[in-house]
C-alpha cells in the first residue's frame, strides 16, 4: 500500500510548482488550498482502487495544480454576466426588467460611494426619515395625498394586506386570482398576510351585486387586481374601480388597487395602447394603489404604496414595512427615475425603457441592413431580415405588441436550438428566440452595435 501512495504529492508539492503558486497569486492561499486538497483526494482514491498504477509523484502535483487553476477559473467566472436582450420582450423579468436611466446609474453609484443623507434632516441636523424625499415626488407627480415605498409590489401588495386586512377578510373576483411568474400568487400573499380571501363571482362575470352581497362584518378590504399577463374576453363582466368605489365608500371599507405595473404617463405617446395610470387609479376612487418600481415605470425593483394618507401611514409604520423596506442605493436611483417624469417630452430619450419603445421601425429597419450581410460574412449561415412583433413584457399589457424587425437565421430541425445556444456561449450572451425552424434576434433592444458585432468571431470556433 506505501508504494501506491509514493506518487502522492503533498499540498506544498503542488502549491510549489509554477501553475501551483500562479493559483495562490490570483485567488489566495485559503482557496487555492481547498481545491488543491480535493485533487490530492482524487488522486488517492484512484491510486488505492488501482495500487498497481505507475504514477510520478512530480507530473502528478503538476497536473493537480493545472486541474486547480481551471477549476478555480471556473468557478471565479461571474454568474451574473451582461446579455444582449434580443428575445424582442423589452421588460424581461429572467433578464432583470428595467434598465436604468443614466441620472439613476449615477444617483445609484454615489450612494454607494459616499455617505448620504439617508435618514438625516440637513436643516435640523437630527434623524430624518429614510423615504421622505422620495414619497413626496411620488406624491407630486401622482396626486396622491401619501406614499410608503418598499421593496418591490410583491412586498407592497402583502404589506397592505396585513396592516389593513389581518384577521378579516377581503374580497376578491375570482377573475382576478393571478398568478405572476411563478412564485406570486394572489391567494397565497393573502394567506401569508393573515387575511382571508373571499371570492366573490365567477371566473369570467363579477357584478357590482357579487361584491355587495359578500361585504358583512368582517369584511376589512375590497380588493382590485390588474389582471397583468392574461385577458379574460368573451362572456364578461368585470366591475371596475369606478363602479366599486361608492360602495366602498357606502360601506366604509378601503378599496385597493393593485396596478401591477403602474404607468405614471399617458403610453399612448410611443404608439402602444392607453394603459391606466396610477393618476386614473386614484381618480376613478382607489383609496390605495400598489405598483412596481421595474416595469414601465422604467426604474429599480421597489414596490410602492399610494393614497389615502391615513391607510398609507398605517402600511408604513407597520412592523413589516421595515422588513421589506427599499436599501439606499434603490432610494436614490428611484429618486433620480422619478425626476424625469417631471418633463414627460423627454421620457424617451432619458429611460431605456421608453427609448426601447419609442424606437421606430425604419431605424431598426436600417440596423437589420447593416447587420445582415456582417452576420452572415461571420457565421457563414444565411440571414434574412423579417418583420417581426415586441411585447412589452413583465406582465404589461399582455397582448400588446409593437412592429419590430428581426434577423432571422434559418435552422432546419433540432439546429435551431444549438444555434441559438452558440450565441448564448459567447462573451456577451446574445438571447433570441426559436420560432419556425429559425433563431430571431429582434433589435428593438440592441443598444450597442459594435459590442455585438465585434465578439462574433467568436461564434466561428463554436459548433453549431
Ligand atoms: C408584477 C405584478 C405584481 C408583482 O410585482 P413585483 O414588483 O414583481 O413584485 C403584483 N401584482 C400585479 C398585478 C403585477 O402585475
Known sequence: MGRAFAGLPSVDEVLRTRCGQDCVAQFG?????????????????????????????SANADRIAEDTHAALLARDASRMVRVFNLTGTVLHTNLGRALYAADAVNAATQAMRYPLALEYDLETGRRGQRDDAVCALVA?????????????????VLLVLAALGKGRETIVSRGELIEIGGSFRMPSIMEAAGTRLREVGTTNRTHLKDYRAAIGPETALL?????????VQGFTKETGVTELA???????????????????????RWGLVRERTVQDAMRDGADLVTFSGDKLLGGPQAGFIVGRRDLVRACATHPIKRAVRLDKVRLAALEATLKLYRDPDRLAGKLPTFAAFARPVDALKALAERLAPQVAAITGRSVEIADTHSQIGSGSLPLETIPSVALRL????????????SFRRLPIPVIGRVEGGAVLFDLRCLDDEEAFLAQLDALEAQPC
Open 140 to 156: 407630486e407627480l401622482t396626486g396622491a395625498e401619501d406614499a410608503c415605498l418598499v421593496n418591490n409590489n410583491a412586498s407592497a
Open 223 to 231: 380588493m382590485k387586481v390588474h389582471t397583468s399577463n392574461y385577458l
Open 410 to 421: 434559418p435552422a432546419s430541425g433540432g439546429q435551431a436550438d444549438r444555434l441559438a445556444s
Open 29 to 57: 492561499h485559503t482557496a487555492t488550498v481547498a481545491v488543491v486538497r480535493e485533487g490530492i483526494d482524487g488522486l488517492r482514491a484512484l491510486l488505492k482502487a488501482e495500487p498497481a498504477m505507475a504514477s510520478d509523484r
Open 246 to 268: 361608492p360602495l366602498a365608500r357606502e360601506a366604509g371599507l378601503p378599496l385597493i388597487d393593485d396596478l401591477g405595473s403602474g404607468t405614471l404617463v399617458d403610453l399612448s
